[in-house]
Structure formats: structure tokens, C-alpha cells
């Protein structure tokens, strides 16, 4: 099972493209209709007023300029912004210029790294505590120090912080995110522990339960065979022979699927069964050599199919001949298998016996447990699976057809 690293704190809402510029273009626009109403000479440092307020309208182009860069080199913006921000000031100071630069402290704060960012608040901090004494050596106002160092704290240090708090909340839904996705996958590794556990326990279980019998019934039905004078009665040594040959195909099957459940899952998640519908030529002649009269019509060559189709198929055409040998011995049997792009469909039908208890006589089929596991097989795959009798020709008959489409569909998924 891949698993992803879990995203870098405070990517989800890192961008790189068209909002920065937006956002510069929407500060220079703002600016520039604050510079039109005459909204300048905020500073108060400027020592006489400027030939033209327009003249503003460069600092602004400026520090805009630098915000395009303000996601992806928030450090690099901030250089750049702020002798702009100290020139605009020098010359009165707008608040166009104010407003960008708050918003490349933020971005310093939110984007950089957290040691870019410490340095920075290190440096508004100093730029505060500067910006005050340096008013008060220069005014010796105390009260008008203390406001501008009110000022100056809360347009250079409160966006830093503002941009770490955003910063940290972000990091925190990072950080639930990944955690959230670890305890997927855990939860996904612990099923898949239990199912092994479960699938192993059940390969223990069927082994000791029915590999010991299978073994006794061969064992007993070969040396019948060989003792002198057993098997005399060529129908008596046919029976022994069937027995013997049913019990060493049913430990090799029960072998086989002692091995499925204890293996892993291929690469793609499918379990290749081993049982397939290329092997019904082995199944046929099982049933010829039990005394059924087989008719078969299959495909010359088998496309491939998906493994849960393919076993299912092959186990409904098995189960319906053992029922036909079982419940109408004597009748002929035809099988036909089709397969198109879409679907496998299966056919097993056989004349009616007249009494008798199981398919191919005359009674009521929704009992038989046989019917109700080819039923269930076939509707997990999104077929569907029919069993009773028909008018084959003006010839009551018993028919099992069944349809299992390739991809499953929505209501067996």
C-alpha cells in the first residue's frame, strides 16, 4: 500500500500565479484614488509639500510592483518595498504605500520561513522602539513620541503577527489533515491484517476438517481396487474408480484453495482463482466418464476475462452438471457458453425426468441450496442467474441460464 507524504505546513493555501499581480493591481487602483481625494502626507515628515501630489503615484507603482512577488519571494518583496516605503514617507508618506507595505509584513509572516519571519518582527520591533526616541530626541515630545510608537506598532509589528496566527492556523489544519489520513490508512492496514488472519484461520479449518476424509476415501476406494477379486462387477469397479477419482480432484481443489486463501493479493488487487472457464473441457469429461451424456458448446479459444467472472462461470456450469447427474441420471445434458465484449452467458439444460427431486424433474426448484449458491454467485457479479423448467421444442426440459457481465455494475459494487 503507497502511502503520500503529508503537505508541507502552510501549503494548501500557497499560491503562485494570478493573484498576487490582482491583488497589486487592486493596491495601485485603491492608492491611486486615495492620492485623487488629496489622502496624502499621512507621515508628517515631509519638510515642506511637493510640486504635485501625483508625484505619489511613483512610490505606490513601486511597492506594487514588488508585491507581485510577495508568494513566491516574500523576503526578496519586502527588500525591495521597503526603501519605497521609507522614500514615500520621507516625502509625506501615502496610504496607498501604507497599505502595501502592511501587506508585505504579512506576507513575510505567512509565506517565508520561520526564521525569516522571527527576524523580520525582531526588526519592526527595533524600527518601533527607533521610531519613537527618535521623535522625542527631535521633538522632545513625549506624548507625540509615545503616539507615533503606537503607530509605527501597529503598522509594522500587528501585521507580522496577524500573518503568523493565519500562518499557524493553517499549519494546524495541515497537520489534522495528514492525521486524518494516517488513521485512513491504519484502519485500511488493520482490516487487511484481519481479513488475512481470518482468510488464514479459515485455510487451517477447511484443511483439517475435510483434507483427512478426502484422503481416506481415496485411500479405501484404491485399495478396493487393488485387492484381488474387488471391482469384480464392471459397474461395481466403474463406481470405485468414480469415487476414487472425485476424492483425488476434490484434496487437489481443496489443496488449491487451502493456497488461495493463504496467499497475498497480485499486484492489482485481483486474486487469479484457479479455477477457470478454459478448464471446462476437464469438467466435461469428468461428467462423461460418471455416465452423463455431455453435449458441449464452447468457444474455441478463451479471451481473457476477469478472474471473479471467469471463476464464477466455471462453477455454475460445474454445479449445474453435478445436479443433472445427481437428480436426472441417464438424461443428456447441453452445455453452451458464450462470450461477447460484454457479458459471459451460460447455458446447462437437460430433458425432464418424470419424479425425482432436483433439477430435470418436476418440482418446486427454490429449495435447493445447489441453486441458491449459483443464484448468489452470479448476482454478486451483477448477473443474473435463472433456473427452472421450460418448453425446449415442445420437450418439457430444465434449463440453468445464467449472465455475468464483465464490469460490474453499480448495485453490485
Not at 15 to 42: D, E, Q
Not at 64 to 88: I, K, Q, S, W
Not at 112 to 138: D, I, K, Y
Request: aromatic fraction near 4%.
Amino acid at each position: 500500500m503507497s502511502t503520500s507524504a503529508p503537505p508541507r505546513p502552510g501549503s494548501t493555501l500557497r499560491t503562485s500565479g494570478r493573484r498576487p499581480a490582482l491583488k497589486a493591481l487592486g493596491t495601485f487602483v485603491l492608492g491611486a484614488l486615495l492620492v485623487a481625494v488629496g489622502l496624502v502626507r499621512t507621515s508628517g515628515f515631509a519638510p515642506e509639500e511637493p510640486p504635485s501630489r501625483w508625484v505619489f503615484l511613483l512610490p505606490l507603482a513601486a511597492i506594487c510592483a514588488a508585491m507581485v512577488l510577495e508568494r513566491r519571494r516574500p523576503v526578496l518583496a519586502l527588500a525591495l518595498g521597503t526603501p519605497v516605503f521609507v522614500a514615500d514617507a520621507a516625502i509625506g508618506g501615502s496610504l496607498g504605500v501604507l497599505v502595501a507595505y502592511v501587506d508585505l509584513l504579512y506576507c513575510v509572516a505567512r509565506w517565508a520561513s520561520p526564521r525569516a519571519a522571527g527576524r523580520t518582527e525582531a526588526l519592526a520591533w527595533a524600527a518601533t522602539v527607533l521610531s519613537g526616541a527618535a521623535a522625542f530626541v527631535v521633538g522632545g515630545d513625549l506624548r507625540a513620541s509615545v503616539l507615533l510608537s503606537i503607530v509605527a506598532f501597529t503598522a509594522l509589528v500587528v501585521p507580522i503577527w496577524w500573518g503568523r496566527e493565519v500562518r499557524s492556523q493553517a499549519e494546524l489544519a495541515d497537520l489534522a489533515a495528514a492525521r486524518g489520513n494516517d488513521l485512513v490508512r491504519l484502519s485500511a492496514l488493520r482490516e487487511q491484517a484481519t481479513l488475512r488472519e481470518e482468510r488464514t484461520r479459515m485455510a487451517s479449518d477447511m484443511h483439517d476438517a475435510l483434507a483427512g476424509d478426502l484422503a481416506a476415501i481415496g485411500v479405501h476406494a484404491e485399495a478396493a481396487l487393488s485387492r484381488p477379486g474387488g471391482g469384480a462387477d464392471p459397474a461395481d469397479r466403474a463406481a470405485l474408480q468414480t469415487i476414487r477419482e472425485a476424492s483425488v480432484s476434490a484434496a487437489e481443489e481443496l489443496r488449491t484453495m487451502v493456497r488461495l486463501l493463504r496467499s497475498e493479493e497480485s499486484e492489482d488487487g485481483e486474486r487469479r482463482l484457479p479455477a477457470r472457464l478454459e478448464q471446462l473441457d476437464e469438467v466435461v469429461a469428468h461428467a462423461r466418464r460418471q455416465g452423463v451424456a455431455v453435449t458441449a458448446d464452447l468457444p474455441g479459444s478463451w479471451p481473457a476475462l476477469p478472474a471473479a467472472v471467469d471463476h464464477a462461470a466455471y462453477r455454475i456450469v460445474q454445479e449445474s452438471l453435478t445436479n443433472a447427474a445427481r437428480h436426472a441420471p441417464g438424461a443428456p445434458v447441453r452445455v453452451r457458453v458464450q462470450v461477447d465484449e460484454h457479458a459471459v452467458e451460460v447455458e446447462v439444460s437437460n430433458p425432464q425426468v418424470i419424479g425425482g427431486a432436483g433439477p430435470g424433474a418436476r418440482h418446486d426448484p427454490r429449495g435447493g441450496t445447489g441453486l441458491v449458491g449459483m443464484r448468489e454467485r452470479a448476482e454478486a457479479l451483477g448477473g443474473l442467474l435463472t433456473a427452472g423448467p421450460v418448453d425446449d421444442a415442445g420437450e418439457p426440459s430444465w434449463r440453468v441460464h445464467a449472465r455475468i457481465p464483465l464490469t460490474p455494475t453499480e448495485d453490485s459494487a
